[in-house]
């Protein structure tokens, strides 16, 4: 069986839901697993409407930022994956602000 092609691309706008539903889908399998970590008073403070909400706010926040540039993984032209980086010239370097992958999908270069 031939290896899916992966490819990477730009962010366009009608891409940005599904870049919200897989950084949500992508976290619920990890956030859990953190969950026990955080103090009740830093997540009140810092998710009062719940960590998916907050996630949300957050992705929606970072791909219409002028300054960070979103990439999308697609394989087979479907949305696997996708980074947010922040490019600093001044200094030649960069910032990951944001990273997610979809697990399923991924599973196909393993």
Not at 88 to 103: L, R, T, W
Request: charged letters at 20%.
């Amino acid at each position: 069986m031939p290896e899916p092609k992966l490819n990477g691309v730009p962010c366009i706008a009608d891409r940005f839901v599904e870049i919200l539903v897989l950084s949500v889908e992508a976290w619920d399998q990890v956030f859990p697993l953190l969950e026990w970590a955080i103090p009740d008073y830093v997540f009140d403070a810092f998710c009062p409407h719940g960590w998916q909400a907050r996630q949300r706010a957050d992705i929606s926040a970072i791909c219409q930022d002028g300054g960070t540039s979103v990439w999308l993984a697609l394989i087979e032209g479907e949305v696997a994956g996708f980074i947010g980086v922040r490019v600093y010239h001044e200094d030649s370097m960069g910032e990951i602000h944001v990273a997610a992958v979809d697990a399923e999908m991924t599973t196909a270069f393993t």
